[in-house]
């Protein structure tokens, strides 16, 4: 059993090499089942995708690549964090998939209870929610109303009760997508994927995580009322067409 480790990169110098190192220091050891508790651990595949960075982010994947255990993508422009997870998604060969950014906002060390409802066959699809009373850093409350609304209307739309649709850490089955058309670029990502793995019946199983999110000068860079309104015209779209 292989769990693919998908990265974005745009512009993460300060915190890439970190969270590279992070996510293969990781274990990834879960306990499946009542009878035998023997934890199964999973291989580990990384796949870091450069989404045409100008900081010197480039530099470093290729350091990390020339160590050895990851597989470097570069896109030559910069066209989003969708397209950069679609390419990882398509050079990725594990049994299941997570995306992590290239912050240090997630903790991989968290990817064991992510996997667990999956490979206990509860679901097809786990969200970790910062909203499920994991220890998580007080952000912004602009952030959080947007948030809560995208999540309220997808909860309407799609007749379900999640608690954090923008949420980084989506670990699913890679068959899911098989079959899946995802378009987004951008940050749209979110929606788009929630949407159609919604209207295709699934059940989004949720699991509390941390959240350790970063400042504006930190480097965070979501213009939340451009991509609000973005994601919400999403979620109204894939309502109706594929
Ligand atoms: N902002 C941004 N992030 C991108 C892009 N392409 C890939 N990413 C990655 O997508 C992830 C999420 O973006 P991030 O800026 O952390 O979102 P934020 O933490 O909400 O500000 C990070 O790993 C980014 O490096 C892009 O074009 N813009
Ligand atoms: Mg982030």
Redesign the pocket.
């Known amino acids: 059993m292989k769990l693919s480790v998908i990265?974005?990169?745009?512009?993460?110098v300060p915190t890439l090499a970190e969270i590279i190192r992070r996510v293969q220091a990781v274990k990834v050891n879960v306990s499946v089942g009542f009878a035998n508790q023997t934890p199964i651990t999973l291989e580990k595949e990384i796949v870091v995708v450069d989404?045409g960075s100008t900081d010197g982010s480039q530099e470093i994947i290729e350091a990390a690549a020339a160590e050895g255990g990851i597989i470097a993508v570069y896109h030559e422009h910069?066209?989003?964090?969708g397209?950069?997870v679609r390419t990882g998604f398509q050079r990725a060969s594990g049994d299941i998939f997570v995306i992590q950014?290239?912050?240090l906002?997630y903790d991989p060390r968290e990817y064991g209870i992510l996997i667990q409802p999956i490979l206990e066959n509860k679901t097809k699809v786990v969200y970790g929610s910062r909203f499920r009373g994991g220890p998580t850093k007080t952000m912004f409350f602009t952030h959080m109303i947007g948030n809560k609304f995208l999540t309220l209307v997808t909860n309407i739309l799609y007749d379900t009760i999640i608690s954090d649709m923008e949420t980084?850490y989506k670990c699913f089955s890679a068959d899911l997508i098989k079959d899946m058309p995802l378009h987004a670029r951008?940050?749209e990502f979110e929606p788009e994927f929630t949407a159609k793995v919604l209207k295709r019946g699934h059940r989004i199983y949720e699991v509390p995580i941390s959240y350790n999110g970063?400042e504006f000068t930190e480097?965070?860079?979501?213009r939340p009322i451009k991509e609000g309104i973005k994601a919400l015209w999403t979620l109204i779209k894939y309502k109706f067409i594929d």
């Not at 990265?7 to 993460?12: A, H, Q």
């Not at 910069?78 to 964090?81: A, E, F, L, R, V």
Request: net charge negative; aromatic share 8%; hydrophobic share 30%.
């Open positions: 990265i974005p990169v745009y512009n993460e989404d910069n066209q989003g964090k397209a950069a950014d290239a912050d906002e980084c951008g940050f970063r480097g965070k860079k979501l």
